[in-house]
């Protein structure tokens, strides 16, 4: 078992080392939004280093991937219908009668739609509210495959080459209460699934290969007081493998607290009990600590990634940010400073350290996507909206605040941004970007 995982390990080294290259491979790339190119663009607009604007059908929130000469997102086409009268204590009820879900591949020197990959249609899904879609997990890729992820609507590997599905899992079921978000990761062999909704909330790993379960934990949380429907024990968050004491281990975030399980077996080796719902922020170690989010109640905890067993003891909290933290999109951490934005803008730099806030500046406009770092500079994304334009502001990763451009597109940004080499890549919400240095 030992050698296995040290196989393990050593693989997801090598993929590491491989993606940083010339890839963003999943959600924030290798998992921490760093972009490893030293020329990223930083300046931009409708008029001014657009290399190409493609316009992506139906309503789809997942972030680009790219690798190689492709960029794949995933989309969906909703048929709706009028919706009857609401169940008391239940979501709307919803208008949505079918919904179509679609993977899209665009040439990345020219734009070009090259596939658009029809991959099922589902009768009556469950609800879905208007801020998110079907298609909000963002996808992962490798050589020769596309992971396609829906949650409980289904998960699906396509041939990057001809278009082609090769297996698909329809079958784990949950309640999102609200639709789906959290995205897949690969590590080695296995493709890793977080599924926590309002009825069921457990983690899967599949064989990428066939798409075979391989193994399935469920959850186990003792949750707090909340609505009997079950909504505050829905989460969306992104698993992560880091080496803890020398060993990968997967991270999974959700409603009430956060676990480390084995990756090969799904045996739950830890436990972080921070209260919270909604959490869909993805797990970053860095400076000897896990930085961990509590969702919607907004708090940001630095644990220390020493030791980890059982339930963690509050000795192992270096420090936490009670209250002001980033909710929906994830923080960010550049050498020993973490950066973050809330949802209505407010966007802040901490001694990763001490938690000690540097700076904390409002920036235009509500936001989603999570910051992404790239040669010194956080770039943060936000939603723009209805006569207004899609903003991108890019800021210097230093601890005073320096804002180096502010940047417009026309449309509303709710996809992360994704950076390969001189290339950055948006998706609005009608359209997918080219950004680079003419």
Same mark, same amino acid.
């Given at each position: 078992?030992?050698?296995?995982?040290?196989?393990?390990?050593?693989?997801?080294?090598?993929?590491?080392?491989?993606?940083?290259?010339?890839?963003?491979?999943?959600?924030?790339?290798?998992?921490?939004?760093?972009?490893?190119?030293?020329?990223?663009?930083?300046?931009?607009?409708?008029?001014?280093?657009?290399?190409?604007?493609?316009?992506?059908?139906?309503?789809?929130?997942?972030?680009?991937?790219?690798?190689?000469?492709?960029?794949?997102?995933?989309?969906?086409?909703?048929?709706?219908?009028?919706?009857?009268?609401?169940?008391?204590?239940?979501?709307?009820?919803?208008?949505?009668?079918?919904?179509?879900?679609?993977?899209?591949?665009?040439?990345?020197?020219?734009?070009?739609?090259?596939?658009?990959?029809?991959?099922?249609?589902?009768?009556?899904?469950?609800?879905?509210?208007?801020?998110?879609?079907?298609?909000?997990?963002?996808?992962?890729?490798?050589?020769?495959?596309?992971?396609?992820?829906?949650?409980?609507?289904?998960?699906?590997?396509?041939?990057?080459?001809?278009?082609?599905?090769?297996?698909?899992?329809?079958?784990?079921?949950?309640?999102?209460?609200?639709?789906?978000?959290?995205?897949?990761?690969?590590?080695?062999?296995?493709?890793? &699934?977080?599924?926590?909704?309002? =009825?069921?909330?457990?983690?899967?790993? #599949?064989?990428?290969? +066939? !798409? /075979?379960?391989? @193994?399935?934990?469920?959850?186990?949380?003792?949750?707090?007081?909340?609505?009997?429907?079950?909504?505050?024990?829905?989460?969306?968050?992104?698993?992560?493998?880091?080496?803890?004491?020398?060993?990968?281990?997967?991270?999974?975030?959700?409603?009430?607290?956060?676990?480390?399980?084995?990756?090969?077996?799904?045996?739950?080796?830890?436990?972080?009990?921070?209260?919270?719902?909604?959490?869909?922020?993805?797990?970053?170690?860095?400076?000897?600590?896990?930085?961990?989010?509590?969702?919607?109640?907004?708090?940001?905890?630095?644990?220390?990634?020493?030791?980890?067993?059982?339930?963690?003891?509050?000795?192992?909290?270096?420090?936490?940010?009670?209250?002001?933290?980033?909710?929906?999109?994830?923080?960010?951490?550049?050498?020993? &400073?973490?950066?973050?934005?809330? =949802?209505?803008?407010?966007?802040?730099? #901490?001694?990763?350290? +001490? !938690? /000690?806030?540097? @700076?904390?500046?409002?920036?235009?406009?509500?936001?989603?996507?999570?910051?992404?770092?790239?040669?010194?500079?956080?770039?943060?994304?936000?939603?723009?909206?209805?006569?207004?334009?899609?903003?991108?502001?890019?800021?210097?990763?230093?601890?005073?605040?320096?804002?180096?451009?502010?940047?417009?597109?026309?449309?509303?940004?709710?996809?992360?941004?994704?950076?390969?080499?001189?290339?950055?890549?948006?998706?609005?919400?009608?359209?997918?970007?080219?950004?680079?240095?003419?």
């Amino acid at each position: 078992m030992r050698t296995r995982l040290l196989l393990s390990a050593f693989a997801f080294f090598v993929a590491t080392l491989s993606f940083a290259t010339d890839s963003w491979p999943g959600f924030r790339g290798t998992g921490d939004g760093h972009a490893p190119g030293k020329n990223a663009p930083t300046k931009w607009s409708e008029k001014e280093n657009v290399a190409w604007k493609t316009a992506i059908h139906g309503k789809g929130h997942s972030s680009p991937v790219v690798l190689g000469d492709q960029v794949w997102v995933t989309t969906s086409e909703e048929v709706m219908e009028t919706a009857p009268a609401p169940k008391k204590g239940g979501p709307p009820a919803n208008a949505v009668k079918e919904v179509t879900f679609y993977a899209v591949c665009a040439d990345r020197k020219t734009g070009k739609v090259l596939h658009d990959v029809k991959l099922r249609t589902e009768q009556k899904p469950l609800y879905c509210h208007p801020f998110n879609t079907y298609a909000s997990p963002t996808p992962f890729i490798e050589t020769g495959r596309l992971y396609a992820h829906f949650s409980s609507h289904g998960t699906f590997c396509v041939d990057t080459v001809s278009g082609k599905v090769l297996w698909e899992r329809t079958d784990l079921k949950c309640d999102h209460f609200r639709g789906p978000g959290s995205s897949p990761a690969v590590y080695g062999d296995l493709l890793y &699934l977080i599924l926590d909704g309002a =009825d069921l909330q457990y983690v899967v790993a #599949l064989d990428k290969s +066939t !798409g /075979k379960t391989v @193994w399935k934990t469920d959850r186990q949380i003792k949750y707090g007081p909340g609505p009997a429907d079950g909504d505050h024990k829905k989460g969306y968050a992104t698993p992560a493998l880091l080496t803890i004491d020398g060993k990968p281990q997967l991270v999974c975030p959700s409603a009430e607290c956060t676990m480390g399980y084995d990756p090969k077996t799904g045996d739950e080796l830890w436990r972080f009990t921070h209260g919270g719902m909604n959490g869909s922020a993805r797990p970053i170690m860095s400076n000897g600590s896990l930085f961990l989010n509590s969702g919607h109640t907004g708090k940001l905890f630095a644990v220390k990634a020493e030791g980890l067993k059982g339930a963690v003891p509050k000795e192992a909290l270096v420090w936490q940010m009670p209250k002001g933290a980033s909710v929906r999109s994830s923080v960010l951490v550049a050498g020993d &400073l973490v950066f973050m934005v809330t =949802d209505n803008g407010i966007a802040s730099c #901490l001694e990763a350290a +001490t !938690g /000690k806030v540097l @700076w904390s500046e409002r920036l235009d406009g509500e936001f989603s996507a999570s910051p992404v770092f790239a040669n010194g500079n956080v770039y943060f994304c936000n939603q723009g909206g209805k006569n207004q334009d899609a903003k991108t502001f890019v800021v210097k990763a230093g601890k005073t605040y320096e804002l180096l451009a502010e940047n417009r597109l026309d449309g509303t940004f709710m996809a992360s941004p994704a950076i390969v080499g001189d290339e950055l890549f948006l998706r609005t919400k009608t359209h997918l970007y080219a950004i680079t240095k003419k």
